[in-house]
């Protein structure tokens, strides 16, 4: 209205001229409205889409969560802040040194795979005295964060003891680490367990090793209810951390042939790798960023260097030449939103391999051992349900359904979902 006003106030003799300059104006303003209504169009759709992703992943977790006996919330009631804890405890020793964040979300990784998602890789020793998880091949120098864990738990003690899983201190920490370098922020159903078993020989046969085919690791992850989406996805958290070069310098020399560096690393990311790790050095030598530009921030970056020879994992770059999985890695290297949301997804996928039961399982006081000896079997199964019973009644569950639920059947699952709050 303003401009057609504009126009019609031109002195008289030059009001024809003026007349079509601001007719053209005109167009062209309701051109840049047209093109403006069409990106709010393309900008709803976008959002549409993700809100209905949101909701499906939502939907998924929360079935699984259902079936499994986890909630969301699970310590709403027993130990309120469990989740503020947790995240402190993060934030303060990321602020120190900003590489805990890959640390623990490998320990996740680590500790789901082996065992189920029981905090199983934090036991310093197991009980007929074998190698525990942590000492076998797969983990020993490599897998961290322990400290941190140890850290979380100690504080959580001393405001609810008894109460907090370590294996869900593992799970809300690696939730925290993602969102804190850049990923989204999700809700983690908890009430896990933490098992009594650990077994460097069953970490050995059930993490991936870097010298996988892409045959290898699908079968490895489906091993673990886990797809061939999931694979490429949670390989994403590559986008985190570092490898030693011991891990991938056979790429770099003697690969095909004698003196031969293997053939898909890109020109200028080989003559970086061989200046970091040079040959004949002593192994496993310095470590070098896997998400080569981006090692601290949680993006799509991995997939981009994936795409352009820049990847270091020989387990990670047969992704991107396997003709089943390679359609992903494109798909995530184009789509940032895709990749956020999907490595979520998955997240909470992993999140609820192999939980523990009451049977199996219990809170363990100290994450390193297990309850000690004054803690008979049957104390440690009473300490659980006296837990479980007191965040029954503190959820509004009456104390007669409370006790029987508490004595053997699973936890109730509702959706409370508090935890999806952003808190970063
Ligand atoms: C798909 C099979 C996988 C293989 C073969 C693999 C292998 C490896 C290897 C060899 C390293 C370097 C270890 C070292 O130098 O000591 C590493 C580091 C790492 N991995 Fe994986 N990984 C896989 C999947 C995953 C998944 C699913 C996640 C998480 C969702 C993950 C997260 C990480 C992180 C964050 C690091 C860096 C750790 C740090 O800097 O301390 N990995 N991985």
Known sequence: ??????????????????????????????????RERERERGEMNTRRVLRLIFALVLAEAISIAQAD??????????????????????????????TIAAGLLRLHFHDCFVQGCDGSILL????????????????????????????????????????????DIIALAARDSVAITGGLFYGVPTGRLDGKISRGSDADADL???SFTAAQLKKNFNKKGLGVDDLILLSGG?????????????????????GAPDP???????????SICPQGAPLPGPTVALDKGSEFKFDNSYY??????????????????????????????ANSDKFLWGFVGSMMKMGQIGLKTSQNGEVRLKCNVFNGPGTTTANKQNSYQTNLFSHLVANGI???????????GTPSVQDDNESCKKQF
Do not use: W
């Open 69 to 98: 006996g986890l909630r969301y919330g699970f310590y709403s009631g027993s130990c309120p802040n469990a989740e503020r804890i947790i995240a402190d405890t993060i934030r303060s020793h990321f602020q120190s040194d900003n």
């Open 264 to 274: 898909s690393l890109s020109s200028s990311y080989l003559t970086i790798l061989k």
């Open 304 to 333: 981009n260097n994936l795409v352009n020879g820049n990847g270091l994992l020989k387990s990670d770059v047969v992704l991107k030449d396997d003709s089943e999985t390679k359609s992903l890695v494109t798909s995530f290297s």
């Open 124 to 167: 310093d020793s197991s009980t007929d005295g074998s190698v525990v998880e942590k000492e076998s091949t797969r983990n020993k120098n490599s897998v961290r964060g322990f400290e941190i864990i140890d850290d979380a738990k100690t504080r959580l003690e001393a405001s609810c003891p008894g109460v907090v899983s370590c294996a």
């Open 398 to 408: 009456n104390q007669q359904s409370a006790a029987n639920l508490s004595e053997g």
């Open 238 to 258: 590559h986008t985190l951390g570092r490898a030693k070069c011991a891990i991938f310098s056979d790429r770099l020399y003697n690969f095909s042939s004698p």
């Open 1 to 34: 209205m303003l401009s057609v006003f504009q126009c019609y106030r031109f002195p008289k003799p030059r009001f024809q001229f003026h007349l079509q300059l601001c007719g053209e104006r005109e167009r062209e303003r309701e051109r840049e409205r047209e």
């Open 208 to 210: 991936p090793a870097a």
